[in-house]
C-alpha cells in the first residue's frame, strides 16, 4: 500500500507561472488536506476536500488559489501567477476521515518562484 | 478552536527520557490530542493519539490528566534521530471536521550526543 505520493517533488516556476501541485492519497483514503510550510515555521491549513467536493477552504488565499479533488485521479493544488511569496513546501495529506485523525503526509513539494 | 501551546526547543542527551508538554486549556469534549514529528524536508509523521489517561505506543508514551488541559508526549530513551519538530494537535474527531488538523508552532527537540 503505497503512501501519499505527492509531484513533483521540486518545482521552479517564474513569477506570473503557473504552479500545479499534485497529491494522489492513500489507497481507500477519500480525505485530502494541503498545508503549507514557509522556512522556520509551522505547517499551515490551507483546504480540506472530500472527492468532488470542498469541505474547507478557510486556509486558502483569496486570490490566484484554488484546489480540486475529482472522482478519478489525483487531488490539484493549483497557484496562477505565482509570486515570489508562494516560495514554500507544500504538503499533502490523506486520511480515510469517518473520524479517524491518524492522516498520513506525502514528502511535499517544494516550490521555488524565481 | 482548542489553542496549543508548546514550549519551542527542548534538548536532550542520549539515552535520556524526553517529555514534551502541551498545553490546551480550551479543549472541548468531543477533542483528541494528536501529536506529529516532522524531521527537515519531510512531511509529519503521526506519532501517537489520546483522550484522556495513558495511551502507550511502540515509540511514545502519552500522558493526559483527568482536567485534558495539557497533555506530556514521553519518548524513552532518545537517540540521535529522535531530533526533529514535535508537534501537539487537539481537535474534534468527528467526520468532516477539518480543524483536526491544526498544527501550532511544534517544539525543536534536538539530542544531542
Known amino acids: 500500500n503505497a503512501g501519499v505520493m505527492q509531484n513533483p517533488r521540486h518545482l521552479v516556476r517564474r513569477r506570473g507561472q503557473e504552479a500545479r501541485l499534485r497529491c494522489s492519497p492513500m489507497k481507500g483514503h477519500s480525505h485530502v488536506y494541503w498545508y503549507r510550510q514557509l522556512p522556520e515555521e509551522g505547517l499551515k491549513f490551507m483546504v480540506y476536500l472530500q472527492k468532488e467536493n470542498i469541505i474547507d477552504e478557510s486556509g486558502m488565499p483569496k486570490e490566484r488559489f484554488s484546489a480540486e479533488f475529482p472522482k478519478e485521479g489525483p487531488s490539484i493544488l493549483r497557484i496562477q501567477q505565482v509570486v515570489r511569496g508562494d516560495s514554500a513546501a507544500y504538503f499533502c495529506?490523506?486520511?480515510?476521515?469517518?473520524?479517524?485523525?491518524?492522516?498520513?503526509f506525502g514528502q511535499g513539494t517544494r516550490l521555488t518562484v524565481v | 478552536l482548542a489553542k496549543t501551546t508548546q514550549p519551542i526547543s527542548m534538548d536532550s542527551y542520549e539515552g535520556q527520557e524526553v517529555n514534551i508538554t502541551c498545553s490546551h486549556n480550551n479543549i472541548a469534549t468531543n477533542d483528541y490530542i494528536t501529536w506529529y514529528q516532522q524531521f527537515p524536508s519531510q512531511g509529519p509523521r503521526f506519532i501517537i493519539q489520546?483522550?484522556?489517561t495513558k495511551v502507550t505506543n511502540e515509540v511514545a508514551s502519552l500522558f493526559i490528566p483527568a482536567d485534558r488541559k495539557s497533555s506530556t508526549l514521553s519518548l524513552p530513551r532518545v537517540s540521535l534521530s529522535d531530533t526533529a519538530v514535535y508537534y501537539c494537535?487537539?481537535?474534534?474527531?468527528?467526520?468532516?471536521?477539518?480543524?483536526?488538523?491544526?498544527f501550532g508552532s511544534g517544539t525543536q527537540l534536538t539530542v544531542l550526543p
Open positions: 494537535l487537539v481537535g474534534d474527531s468527528k467526520p468532516g471536521s477539518a480543524r483536526q488538523l491544526t
Open positions: 495529506a490523506s486520511s480515510p476521515g469517518l473520524g479517524n485523525t491518524e492522516a498520513f
Open positions: 489520546g483522550y484522556k
